[in-house]
């Protein structure tokens, strides 16, 4: 609205996804976690219902996974948040299968059980594709040039420096990554390895 005075802020929610100037990442990864609560609540009557494994593990691909996910082409995850996001999914699989932290079931057990994709695998895979597409493009559009901003004025700090997003990908297929991304056949080949190191299997 004309006239209408602006607030600034450290961070604001736009399209689903938060942005911000902070430097943690946990605020937002809270945030899809929660909805993704939401959307499992949604459903529980069904999740703990009697009706197939099979059947319940595709309303949890299908309507909750996303919910949690979206957004998630760049995150660039540590490992508490990593460890955050299995844990919250392992809770889901104990309800789906219909077991608690006191059967004693190990985590490998449950996921033989529940079926369900690691979330963690999802995440990377999603992030390579769309590396691979960022890579491609040709017409200069903002999605590309802020993968390669960097702030004026602005200095990474002396202490360990947080993961940047490109920083598993430079590690897995060198600084040329764009260039090799060119190859969409020979990108998706390795798309398979880089998300196969992240496979949890319980």
Same mark, same amino acid.
């Given at each position: 609205? !004309?006239?209408?005075?602006?607030?600034?802020?450290?961070?604001?929610?736009?399209?689903?996804?938060?942005?911000?100037?902070?430097?943690?990442?946990?605020?937002?990864?809270?945030?899809?976690?929660?909805? #993704?609560?939401?959307?499992?609540?949604?459903?529980?009557?069904?999740?703990?219902?009697?009706?197939?494994?099979?059947?319940?593990? /595709?309303?949890?691909? #299908?309507?909750?996974?996303? +919910?949690?996910?979206?957004?998630?082409? +760049?995150?660039?995850? $540590?490992?508490?948040?990593?460890?955050?996001?299995?844990?919250?999914?392992?809770?889901?699989?104990?309800?789906?299968?219909?077991?608690?932290? !006191?059967?004693?079931?190990? $985590?490998? /057990?449950?996921?033989?059980?529940?079926?369900?994709?690691?979330?963690?695998?999802?995440?990377? /895979?999603?992030?390579?594709?769309?590396? @691979?597409?960022?890579?491609?493009? /040709?017409?200069n559009r903002w999605t590309q040039r802020t993968m390669?901003?960097?702030?004026?004025?602005?200095?990474?700090?002396?202490?360990?420096?947080?993961?940047?997003w490109d920083d598993e990908i430079i590690k897995f297929?060198?600084?040329?990554?764009?260039?090799?991304?060119?190859?969409?056949?020979?990108?998706?080949?390795? @798309?398979?390895?880089? +998300?196969?190191?992240?496979?949890?299997?319980?």
């Amino acid at each position: 609205m !004309r006239g209408e005075e602006l607030q600034i802020v450290d961070e604001v929610v736009y399209l689903g996804q938060q942005i911000t100037m902070k430097s943690s990442r946990s605020g937002e990864i809270q945030r899809r976690i929660s909805a #993704g609560w939401i959307a499992f609540a949604k459903y529980r009557k069904i999740l703990k219902s009697n009706i197939p494994i099979c059947l319940k593990r /595709k309303i949890y691909h #299908g309507c909750i996974e996303p +919910v949690i996910t979206y957004g998630s082409q +760049v995150w660039a995850l $540590n490992k508490r948040l990593v460890s955050k996001l299995r844990t919250t999914q392992r809770s889901m699989e104990r309800a789906i299968i219909g077991v608690t932290k !006191r059967d004693h079931l190990t $985590n490998k /057990k449950v996921r033989e059980l529940s079926g369900t994709n690691d979330i963690i695998s999802t995440i990377k /895979k999603l992030k390579w594709s769309w590396a @691979g597409h960022i890579a491609r493009m /040709k017409d200069n559009r903002w999605t590309q040039r802020t993968m390669e901003w960097i702030p004026i004025g602005q200095k990474r700090e002396r202490a360990r420096p947080m993961t940047r997003w490109d920083d598993e990908i430079i590690k897995f297929m060198g600084v040329t990554w764009i260039r090799k991304a060119q190859d969409r056949k020979l990108w998706k080949i390795h @798309g398979e390895a880089f +998300v196969q190191q992240w496979t949890d299997h319980g």
